[in-house]
């Protein structure tokens, strides 16, 4: 059974750190793009990052770029998320999907399953 499960969420001061995970399985990571997206209240859903099968490209939104690294392990099943330098703005619902195929996406369209989200809160 094909799933993905997001996990590392929670509150930090601005200025701090999380890491998200994305643990999958049913299906070979290696071969798939795997992106991140973020949907904060009254907000439509938006493309944070993205990587490709076999790390092969990675995409980031301008909003996130030099603050946020995406990588993947595909021993453990796993891409995370890594978020440093973290604002108010970057407050969300953080979702992992997977692409259609090895390519990423610029639109949700592009990615058919999609994990249950873990909140981001940035406060202070």
């Known amino acids: 059974q094909l799933q993905l499960v997001e996990s590392g969420g929670g509150l930090v001061q601005p200025g701090g750190s999380l890491r998200l995970s994305c643990a999958t399985s049913?299906?070979?990571?290696?071969?798939?793009?795997i992106g991140w997206f973020r949907q904060a209240p009254g907000k439509e859903r938006e493309g944070v990052s993205c990587?490709?099968?076999?790390?092969?490209?990675?995409t980031y939104a301008d909003s996130v770029k030099g603050r946020f690294t995406i990588s993947r392990d595909n021993a453990k099943n796993t891409v995370y998320l890594q978020m440093n330098s973290l604002k108010p703005e970057d407050t969300a619902v953080y979702y992992c999907?997977?692409?259609?195929?090895?390519?990423?996406?610029?639109?949700?369209?592009?990615?058919?399953?999609w994990g249950q989200g873990t909140q981001v809160t940035v406060s202070s």
């Open positions: 990587i490709g099968g076999r790390g092969s490209h990675t």
């Open positions: 049913g299906f070979v990571l290696d071969f798939y793009a």
């Open positions: 999907a997977r692409a259609k195929d090895w390519l990423c996406s610029n639109s949700p369209a592009g990615f058919g399953s």
